[in-house]
């Protein structure tokens, strides 16, 4: 098993505002505290060695991956944006960030909703940002990855490292007697360079090697929120990097949320200098995210099969073509649908109005937003999914 070098600590001064505390206390004027910070061992150049029995639980995580994207590459288009989405609400849902899959779909076309469904649609955005940039692991992938997921959030600085620490416990206004308190802000580039070409590397298990990328991401905590989205999206860049997945997103956070504590304590165990309960967490948490999202591609293929029997028309009809992207996106208007079939604005009411008819669009006037139409066969199986995924087993 891998001798793997735990956390050390730096005592740091914590300078109490005593107004912070009360009118009685703000008479006392300034209190230095110390507390401890993480200084996390540099790793780039660390060698992960593994008992034989994670070593085979990593390999057939591995071959289930590659599998699991092989088979569906012949229907890509169908199911890849189904399931990025989903990958990104269940890396929101460990965040407690919840929202239905019709709020999170009508967010993302621009219509009114829930604050958590808009920061669910971020979330999807930074992780397709990640897979965008898989071929560039480096710093300046993650500041780009935060930067798409909190160009909204007026109280943190999208795209930029923290300077200022962040820690896990205790109250929000002091690191003192917190459970974890963050490397000092200082060392944050350095560290996230370090993981970064750790992450670059190709003479590692693959698959461990994303999980202990993860894992040490997570303790270095470079941002002011959002560090939990940004170090899952980086996981997926990390899969399609080393090729474990080419042509979708396997939603490994869906897996990790099935047993959440675990993950926390996976975590903690790694800063200890246990390496082998996050990589063992991360593999099962595949298997899990197979097995779920095979249900899903399942619920989905079913309910698109369902379909056919309702619709007349010729075979070279567009209304076919809508069909598909019903069927991966189930809140649209015309503006989208028609953008989706590469298509005028026009061409596509006969189309909405036969799938309407038909029982398979239902229809709503948004204020301010127009005609939105749904189908909700396919929200009920995505929301299934989110159902599933927050099981605990």
């Given at each position: 098993m891998t001798t793997w070098p735990a956390l050390q600590y730096e005592e740091l001064d914590w300078e109490r505002r005593d107004a912070d505390y009360g009118p009685r206390a703000a008479r006392r004027g300034t209190v230095r505290e110390a507390y401890a910070a993480a200084v996390p061992p540099a790793i780039a150049g660390l060698q992960i060695e593994l008992s034989d029995d994670v070593a085979t639980l990593v390999d057939e995580a591995s071959t289930a991956l590659v599998r699991f994207d092989s088979e569906l590459g012949s229907e890509v288009s169908s199911f890849a944006s189904l399931l990025l989405r989903s990958e990104a609400a269940a890396s929101s849902q460990i965040e407690h960030l919840t929202a239905s899959a019709r709020q999170v779909f009508t967010a993302e076309i621009?219509?009114?909703?829930?604050?958590?469904?808009?920061?669910?649609?971020?979330?999807?955005?930074?992780?397709?940002?990640?897979?965008?940039?898989?071929?560039?692991?480096?710093?300046?992938?993650?500041?780009?990855?935060?930067?798409?997921?909190?160009?909204?959030?007026?109280?943190?600085?999208?795209?930029?490292?923290?300077r200022e620490p962040v820690w896990i416990g205790t109250d929000g206004r002091s690191p003192v007697g917190a459970d974890f308190v963050a490397p000092a802000w200082e060392r944050v580039p350095g560290l996230v360079d370090d993981v970064m070409t750790f992450a670059r590397?190709?003479?590692?298990?693959?698959l461990a090697q994303v999980a202990v990328t993860h894992a040490q991401f997570e303790t270095i905590h470079p941002f002011t929120d959002g560090n939990g989205r940004t170090g899952r999206a980086l996981l997926q860049a990390m899969l399609r990097s080393n090729e474990l997945t080419r042509n979708v997103t396997v939603p490994v956070s869906a897996g990790l949320l099935i047993d959440n504590a675990g993950y926390v304590e996976a975590l903690t165990a790694y800063r200890r200098g246990d390496v082998e309960p996050i990589i063992r967490r991360v593999a099962e948490a595949v298997f899990a995210a197979i097995g779920n999202a095979t249900e899903l591609v399942e619920d989905i293929r079913r309910i698109r099969r369902s379909w056919q029997d309702r619709i007349e028309a010729r075979r070279d009809s567009g209304v076919?073509?809508?069909?598909d992207v019903v069927a991966r996106q189930p809140v649209l208007n015309a503006t989208v649908l028609a953008a989706?079939?590469?298509?005028?604005?026009?061409?596509?009411?006969?189309?909405?109005?036969k799938l309407v008819d038909a029982g398979i669009l239902l229809s709503k006037n948004e204020y301010r937003h127009g005609v939105l139409y749904?189908?909700?066969?396919?929200?009920?199986?995505?929301?299934d999914f989110a159902a599933r995924s927050g099981r605990r087993g």
């Open positions: 621009g219509a009114p909703g829930k604050r958590n469904a808009t920061a669910i649609v971020s979330n999807t955005r930074a992780m397709r940002t990640a897979i965008e940039l898989s071929d560039q692991l480096t710093s300046a992938t993650v500041l780009a990855m935060h930067e798409v997921l909190l160009e909204h959030d007026p109280h943190h600085d999208a795209g930029a490292f923290r590397r190709i003479d590692l298990p693959r076919w073509d809508a069909l989706e079939m590469g298509v005028v604005t026009r061409n596509v009411y006969p189309h909405i109005q749904r189908n909700d066969e396919v929200l009920s199986a995505l929301d």
